[in-house]
């Protein structure tokens, strides 16, 4: 049995003595307070590792407290406690720091998990401190790489975020390592042992999307031979990714909403409902907001998994990381392809940082791949790059014969329309490469061809797609 320290911070003295008998009785040391004051001055003399708070008390509340405590300390973990009407209350307590929440009426085993998995946090902080003297050696963390500042401030969110239990949005455009951030989250939180699961939700049609998140029951719709656990059951116990969060249909978006706010599920075609305890990220590469003011995004999901964001920067804005990127890919690509591949050459590099990486690392990934797979040699040349990669003149909008003019007048509707097919058009119908250039997802895509009509929709689909 744990033998951690909880202090139990509440006014109401029988739900105090309750909880606090029901927290003894699962082995923890149990101290109470009556409010804020005097849990503050009780947590300086007795230093809990966890403080279970009430968020409306006299004197001093919740948030108060909590914002004490994270002036003294970054080892207690402060779960709060609070009224259905008050979760935005907790988000904001999520956002200072705390570890998590819990609604009254109290879910006695929920709470008996959130406290087991703060245990765990404890030794997590430990081998955090071990992977932050790594990450000034090496210039990483986890799977990301980097000793650029932009990069640096990425690691420090993450080490900062991963611990908690708190929702995290990751933005960035396309091929910037978005997944790679919340499977580094994922392996620095008490999380780390219990399952990551990634689901993208441009990927999967609209129509079995919610079966995919949720589950069904046997007989739920046509073609339900038998029941289906969904993603948040499958990564029950540790964290899910929602990537392209902002092709959730809306209908799925709401009762995505009631999960995060609950932590309960209903699968498809069942009266039941399910506990789950899984910590959700999810990734996007659109700008947020402005995916809500189209209806792609509901606002009130938004405002939820916005807890705390991550932005992952370009390619171009910190291209310092690339000669590191490169040595870090190329002894992975080698080792996949049997290749004896240790460097690219001075000429390569400079090539490699004269451009501007529309794809991000993935095409740098994909770039040094390909090369990987035909360099004759131990070394990567320009003549081992994609034919004409990276040595096109400059231009503009006179000269490049791919630039799209607009006339004054032309509404953004048909410029949007004139860039896509545009872009198309430059990548031979390509439509994986055209959907990572624009910094849309390929579903996207395909859903704006079909607006554009059948004529655009066939032409964009006159050549077999090579995957970019």
Request: aromatic content about 4%.
């Amino acid at each position: 049995m744990s033998q951690e320290k909880v202090l139990i911070v509440e006014d109401e003295e029988n739900e105090r003595t309750g909880l606090a008998e029901l927290v003894s009785s699962w082995g923890f040391r149990v101290e109470t307070a009556r409010d804020g004051v005097e849990g503050l001055e009780r947590a300086r003399q007795w230093t809990p590792s966890i403080v279970v708070t009430d968020l409306k008390m006299p004197r001093m509340g919740g948030i108060d407290l909590l914002g004490h405590l994270a002036e003294q300390t970054q080892t207690m973990a402060v779960v709060l406690v609070t009224a259905q009407g008050t979760i935005d209350s907790a988000v904001q307590a999520m956002r200072m720091g705390a570890y998590d929440y819990i609604t009254k009426p109290i879910d006695t085993n929920r709470l008996r998990t959130i406290l087991s998995n703060a245990s765990s946090l404890l030794g997590t902080r430990v081998e955090l401190e071990v992977t932050r003297r790594k990450l000034r050696d090496s210039g990483s963390l986890g799977r990301l790489n980097g000793s650029s500042r932009k990069m640096q401030e990425i690691f420090r969110l993450i080490e900062m975020v991963a611990p908690s239990t708190a929702s995290v949005l990751i933005t960035g455009a396309s091929g910037t390592g978005k997944e790679l951030v919340a499977r580094t989250i994922h392996d620095l939180s008490p999380r780390r042992d219990r399952p990551f699961v990634a689901i993208n939700c441009a990927a999967i049609p609209e129509t079995l999307i919610e079966s995919e998140v949720f589950g069904h029951e046997k007989g739920a719709f046509t073609g339900a031979l038998e029941r289906r656990t969904g993603c948040f059951e499958l990564a029950e116990g540790g964290t899910i990714l929602l990537d392209e969060i902002g092709e959730m249909p809306i209908a799925t978006q709401a009762k995505l909403l009631r999960v995060l706010e609950d932590r309960k599920l209903r699968r498809l075609g069942s009266k039941v409902e399910t506990s789950v305890d899984v910590r959700v990220l999810a990734a996007t590469n659109k700008v947020p907001d402005e995916a809500v003011a189209r209806g792609e995004l509901r606002s009130d999901l938004y405002y939820r998994l916005n807890v705390f964001n991550i932005h992952m920067p370009p390619l171009r804005e910190h291209k310092e990381d690339i000669a590191d990127l490169v040595q870090l890919l190329l002894a992975e690509m080698s080792a996949k392809h049997s290749r004896k591949v240790a460097a690219v050459s001075e000429a390569v590099l400079n090539v490699f940082n004269g451009y501007s990486w529309p794809g991000n690392v993935r095409e740098l990934r994909n770039t040094l791949e390909r090369a990987v797979i035909v360099c004759d040699g131990g070394m990567i040349e320009t003549k081992h790059l994609p034919p004409g990669f990276g040595q096109a003149p400059l231009r503009t909008a006179a000269n490049d014969p791919d630039a799209v003019r607009l006339g004054v007048g032309t509404t953004v509707e048909e410029a949007e329309k004139m860039l896509i097919l545009k872009t198309l058009e430059a990548t031979s119908n390509n439509k994986t490469r055209a959907a990572e250039i624009l910094g849309i997802s390929l579903k996207t895509l395909h859903n704006k061809l079909k607006e554009y009509g059948s004529a655009a929709a066939d032409a964009a689909a006159g050549k077999e797609e090579v995957p970019g």
